[in-house]
T-cell receptor, first 115, second 113 residues
């Protein structure tokens, strides 16, 4: 069973519009949650993470995500998209299935930003 | 401040050839990982090493072997390359996955013809 699902392989927004990238997890015990960004021909860079404590997490480049246990979700948002946000975004979980020793990644969402 | 270094960055192999992908980290992390990235498939774990001296299979280990040479280095070997192994390979390391996630290398783009 997939531990993490990202809805939408591609999301298109206009510059200045709200960015919403969706991530749902399937663990019955709340996992540790991460968002990574990958720019073309580069490695993955950590955007933000949820471990414990505050459920609204702020990351780099103006992104934030909210952990909602009741919805088993960890959606990524940004109030106003910039052209430089165009990249692929990956949600990842560390959960009991893996003994908290590895990350399981979603299939990724490509964010396209138009002028 | 190198982080995770992978070599080579690009490689073209003929079917049946062998090669080793190298990975080194300078952050004193205990755990190291190899993933492959294919379009529409996300990242899939090949092998990992939770600590020096241990290795474990991930989701897609067939056709690969690994060696944790020391705490810094974790190599991935393709003994007899196949076109299905054409992919981008990422090495990563971590201190405690739960609290810090991974630090990734910049990747190796491998084409098997």
């Amino acid at each position: 069973a997939q531990s993490v699902t990202q809805l939408g392989s591609h999301v298109s927004v206009s510059e200045g519009a709200l960015v919403l990238l969706r991530c749902n997890y399937s663990s019955s015990v709340p996992p540790y949650l991460f968002w990574y960004v990958q720019y073309p021909n580069q490695g993955l860079q950590l955007l933000l993470k949820y471990t414990t404590g505050a459920t609204l997490v702020k990351g780099i480049n103006g992104f934030e995500a909210e952990f909602k246990k009741s919805e088993t979700s960890f959606h990524l948002t940004k109030p106003s998209a910039h052209m430089s946000d165009a990249a692929e975004y990956f949600c990842a979980v560390s959960d009991r299935n893996s003994g908290y020793s590895t990350l399981t990644f979603g299939k990724g969402t490509m964010l396209l930003v138009s002028p | 401040n190198a982080g995770v270094t992978q070599t080579p960055k690009f490689q073209v192999l003929k079917t049946g050839q062998s090669m080793t992908l190298q990975c080194a980290q300078d952050m004193n992390h205990n755990s190291m990982y190899w993933y492959r990235q294919d379009p529409g498939m996300g990242l899939r774990l090949i092998y990992y090493s939770a600590s020096e001296g241990t290795t474990d299979k991930g989701e897609v280990p067939n056709g690969y072997n690994v060696s944790r040479l020391n705490k810094r280095e974790f190599s991935l070997r393709l003994e007899s390359a196949a076109p299905s192994q054409t992919s981008v390979y990422f090495c990563a390391s971590s201190g405690d996955v739960r609290f810090s996630g991974y630090t990734f290398g910049s990747g190796t783009r491998l084409t098997v013809v």
